[in-house]
């Protein structure tokens, strides 16, 4: 099979490149973090010198970047690039007018640039339990579909270029809100006495469970949240970027709005690089909650 390229091997960059690879595929990887870079070649990729070497080796390129002046670089680089027929999957939560310029540069070189963001931890997509939404011309969202399901459980084409941006943004203001819904409902079941395992099982069969409080109801009921799935360092960026989109379409978002500031609390007491999940603790602190040995439930 032909070798897929992928820059950008953080958490959700390595664990697309692990799934591919297991899928067949050579991966040749790049990222600017050394080790990251060591640790692809561990897992049996190749590793290129830059991200235009990258897409010298490969038809097909994922990126998976934290910021826009990360996307504009590799943009560039890539333009410099001369492959024919190259398209780029770009996978990140990123404004849609740093996406159009990114668009803009590797059209120079005849590359097209596909906006498909991904719904899903770093944990799920370690599992290929990742969602796509695809947009960008559909005959080039064809020509890669043979090597989405390696590493997403589903995928599907929502239209034109930006609209998969928009419907990762519909996406990830639930994600906001539920996230803060479990921790509020945690913290209300252990200040009313209930064992947290308890509750978090009980509830998870009910009308009252959703995606999060299956996802991160466990740390949530453990109170640890060092291990991120996503970093509340790097959400404070996508809860900016939605909250920037809806004002830009003229739409209130008072429940979105409202979880904001739990957000920025939990970050503010040091713990930037703890899950999202870590809104419990404040919500903790508020209630002037402190925490009992859980039991395990009882059947």
């Not at 990887?29 to 640790?39: E, F, I, L, Q």
């Not at 038809?59 to 910021?67: A, E, Q, W």
């Not at 970050?267 to 402190?290: I, K, P, Q």
């Amino acid at each position: 099979m032909p070798p897929i390229g992928l820059i950008g091997l953080g958490i959700m960059g390595s664990a697309i490149a692990a799934n591919v690879m297991r899928d067949g595929y050579t991966v040749v990887g790049y990222d600017v973090v050394a080790a990251r870079r060591r640790s692809h070649v561990r897992a049996g990729g190749r590793i290129a010198k830059s991200a235009r070497d990258v897409g010298q080796a490969a038809d097909v390129v994922i990126c998976s970047l934290p910021s826009a002046a990360a996307l504009l670089s590799v943009a560039t680089d890539l333009a410099g690039a001369r492959r024919s027929r190259r398209i780029v999957i770009e996978t990140s939560t990123l404004p849609i007018t740093v996406k159009e310029e990114a668009r803009r540069r590797l059209a120079t070189a005849g590359a097209i640039l596909l906006d498909c963001p991904l719904s899903g931890t770093g944990a799920q997509a370690r599992t290929r339990d990742l969602v796509m939404y695809a947009s960008g011309p559909r005959a080039a969202y064809r020509a890669v579909t043979p090597v989405l399901p390696a590493f997403t459980r589903a995928h599907y084409y929502v239209g034109a270029f930006g609209a998969g941006s928009k419907m990762k943004f519909v996406a990830n203001l639930l994600v906001a809100i539920h996230n803060v819904a479990a921790a509020e409902a945690l913290v209300l079941a252990m200040k009313a006495g209930l064992d947290p395992a308890m509750t978090l099982e009980v509830i998870a069969s009910g009308a009252g469970s959703s995606r999060m409080w299956q996802v991160r109801g466990p740390m949530m009921v453990r109170g640890d949240y060092s291990e991120a799935m996503f970093r509340l360092s790097g959400w404070a960026k996508d809860m900016t970027i939605i909250g920037d989109f809806a004002r830009q379409v003229g739409c209130p978002t008072p429940l979105f709005s409202a979880t904001a500031p739990i957000y920025t609390a939990a970050a503010a007491t040091g713990r930037e690089d703890d899950d999202t999940a870590a809104v419990c603790a404040v919500l903790e602190r508020m209630a002037n909650h402190r925490r009992k040995k859980t039991r395990s439930v009882r059947r």
